[in-house]
């Protein structure tokens, strides 16, 4: 979904460097999450932000840190990278007064290998 | 914990044959539940939603289905075609959109 954008689409590091990645999107929604994705595991929630404000961790945000900057923009950091951090990444957004619930779109995701 | 879809199951169907992708959840307080197409290379992206005072909703070409009494979902998806070929996820949550639990998903093929 281009109204979601990721940066970068992949990087490769080593174990112990500092990495972040940038979320933005242009749906004027409030609330941003960030996800990793490894295989036979689904979808697991790192941290999540209702508002510019606010900050939640997830299911599995040991290793990880974020930053809310603005509406827009929502940055996730591996503060010392290893090599179990290696997996795909994810931003979704969500505007929760839309719809039934809380239909979340999400960026074409950010692959991370960490060696 | 809580769990959604323990295993990745494949599923193989020809195409014009209508697809049934199903998911079990452990939550019974989950009120709110999403299926979600993910192809190759990209992130997932919304297919229908359903709230658990349902228990069926349409779409376009496809149709969901929750039964609470044994905690399952299914997608049901008409006249699959090759575009349909995609890892469908099915997520649940409380409070209608809060704290999403994410399936290991289930990769559908379809055949020519």
């Known amino acids: 979904d281009a109204d979601v954008t990721q940066t970068p689409r992949n990087r490769i590091t080593k174990t112990g460097k500092r990495i972040m990645l940038e979320c933005s999107q242009t749906?004027?929604?409030?609330?941003m999450y960030w996800y990793r994705q490894d295989p036979g595991l689904g979808l697991r929630l790192i941290y999540y932000?209702?508002?510019?404000?606010?900050?939640n961790k997830g299911e599995i945000s040991d290793g990880y840190s974020v930053s809310r900057q603005a509406q827009a923009k929502f940055s996730l950091s591996l503060e010392s990278a290893i090599p179990n951090q290696t997996a795909l990444y994810f931003c979704?957004?969500?505007?929760?007064?839309?719809?039934?619930?809380?239909?979340?779109?999400f960026g074409p995701g950010t692959r991370l290998t960490v060696l | 914990g809580e769990s959604v879809g323990l295993h990745l199951p494949t599923l193989s169907v020809q195409e014009g044959d209508n697809s049934i992708i199903n998911c079990a959840y452990s939550?019974?307080?989950?009120?709110?539940f999403i299926w979600y197409k993910q192809e190759s290379g990209k992130g997932p992206q919304f297919i229908i939603d359903?709230?658990?005072?349902?228990d069926k909703r349409q779409g376009q070409r496809v149709t969901v289905l929750l039964n609470k009494t044994v905690k399952h979902l299914s997608l049901q998806i008409a006249a699959t075609q090759p575009g349909d070929s995609a890892v469908y996820f099915c997520?649940?949550?409380?409070?209608?959109?809060?704290?999403?639990?994410f399936g290991p998903g289930t990769r559908l093929s379809v055949l020519p």
């Open positions: 979704a957004t969500s505007d929760p007064g839309q719809g039934l619930g809380d239909e979340q779109f």
């Open positions: 749906k004027g929604h409030d609330r």
């Open positions: 932000s209702f508002d510019v404000k606010d900050i």
């Open positions: 939550n019974s307080a989950s009120d709110y």
């Open positions: 359903i709230r658990s005072n349902m």
């Open positions: 997520a649940e949550s409380r409070n209608y959109g809060q704290n999403f639990v």
